[in-house]
Structure formats: C-alpha cells, structure tokens
C-alpha cells in the first residue's frame, strides 16, 4: 500500500515538472517576436537607387519569406536626401519596425546633433540600431568611429567592410565600436554592401531572438572572439 502511494507521488511530481518545462518553453518562445521581419532602411543615395541597387541586393541576400526592406530616407521634391528631416523620420518609425538599418555614418557635430539625440532615443527604447561604419563625406578627413553619429548610439550595432587582402578601407571610420567588417562577394568590394549583407541575414534570423537578446548576444561575440575580424559564419 505505502510503495502504491509512492508510485503515486512520483507520477504527480513527474507531471508537474513536465508541465512547468512546458510552460516554460512557451514562455520563452512567447518572448521572441513573430511574423514578417520589416527592416526600416535610411540612406544617403538618391531615391533610384534604393530600387536599383540596394533591394535587389538585400533580396537575394535574405532568404527568408517575411523579410522586407523599407526605404523610410526623407527626400526632397527632386529626389535628393533630405538630410535636415531625418531626424524626424527616426521619431515616426513604424510601429512594426524590427531593427533600423543606417547605410551611411556621419561625423557628430551641430549639424547631425538632432539625428544624433533622436537614434539614441529609439536605442533606449529597446530598438537595435544597424549601421555601416561609413566614410567620410568628400573632403573630410576620415577619423575614429567615437567622433561619428553612429559611434555614439548606444548598443548600436556597427558594421565595417573589408577590400582586398582583407583590410579596411583605407577612408573609412574606424574603431574598437565595430562589431566587426565584412568582405563582399568579388564583384561587390569597394562599394560598400557589406553592411547591407549583414543587415540582410539578420533579417533571416531575426526571429529567432529578442531584440535585447541580439543586443548580449552581438556584444558576448565580440568579447569572446580571437579573430581579427568575425565572418557571417561566426555571427549566425
């Protein structure tokens, strides 16, 4: 009878902890955002060449079915970059952004203060910034990353690119805030799609994590790595 009870008490316990595994990982999946992965996209190219040359490219990158890029760069009547509104068009983001993704670095200073203040308000809110570590506009010296906008946005997520041999470019921003830089295909070197093929396989993975969790996961491979400079390989 005592050994019928126990039989008994042990199948309870079993349950339950069954149930609160269960429950647990509904719990967690709950956590991590579903459905379609919307990429808010700001440059510096004119209007065209969004169509042309970077959601071809952010396409055939990201495999994923419920991946878009959205083009949010304010432009002026003639179809170049307003420069001057988009700070306001940080402020009025989507409500089903996933991530920002900024195809361009500018050098901090009273002109790109409002830009500044208003990515760092979206970054405290919980929304991961993506940008390129950029280059310095025609006839600016280049410079390290901490005197540029993105070099200042917290946690944000900054993404160089290699040429040949496997070395920056030499005008580049550069610094230790890179996450790391990436080589393109041979046929894209020079032109500054890395940061955009990067943008593009997070897309392909974005669900799989929070937008907090991406943010320790980036900074814990960074602080683990030994390489010069980690790959797509390394990353996802």
């Known amino acids: 009878m005592a050994s019928s009870k126990i039989r008994t008490i042990k199948k309870i316990v079993t349950v339950s902890l069954l149930g609160a595994m269960c429950w647990g990982s509904a719990l967690a999946q709950a956590s991590v955002p579903a459905g379609k992965t919307r990429v808010i996209y700001f440059g510096m190219q004119n209007q065209a060449d969004f169509e042309l040359k970077v959601k071809p490219v952010f396409d055939s990158t990201a495999s994923c079915k419920n991946c878009e890029i959205i083009?949010?760069?304010p432009y002026t009547a003639e179809g170049a970059v307003d420069e001057a509104a988009m700070h306001e068009r940080i402020e009025t983001l989507p409500a089903d952004t996933s991530f920002v993704f900024l195809d361009f670095n500018l050098k901090a200073n009273d002109q790109s203060k409002a830009l500044l203040d208003a990515l760092n308000k979206r970054a405290d809110s919980g929304m991961v910034v993506v940008g390129s570590a950029g280059v310095p506009k025609n006839n600016e010296a280049s410079g390290p990353?901490?005197?540029t906008v993105l070099g200042q946005v917290h946690n944000a997520?900054?993404?160089g690119?290699?040429?040949?041999?496997?070395?920056l470019v030499p005008s580049a921003f550069y610094g230790p805030e890179m996450l790391t830089a990436i080589r393109p295909?041979?046929?894209?070197i020079g032109q500054g799609y890395s940061p955009l093929i990067f943008a593009a396989n997070l897309a392909d993975k974005w669900n799989k994590r929070t937008p907090q969790e991406w943010t320790d996961y980036?900074?814990?491979?960074?602080?683990k790595n030994r390489k010069i400079w980690m790959d797509l390989n390394d990353l996802f």
């Open 157 to 159: 997520v900054i993404i």
């Open 161 to 167: 690119e290699l040429g040949d041999r496997d070395r």
């Open 218 to 223: 980036f900074k814990s491979k960074k602080q």
């Open 145 to 147: 990353l901490t005197r």
């Open 185 to 188: 295909p041979k046929d894209k």
């Open 71 to 73: 083009n949010y760069t």
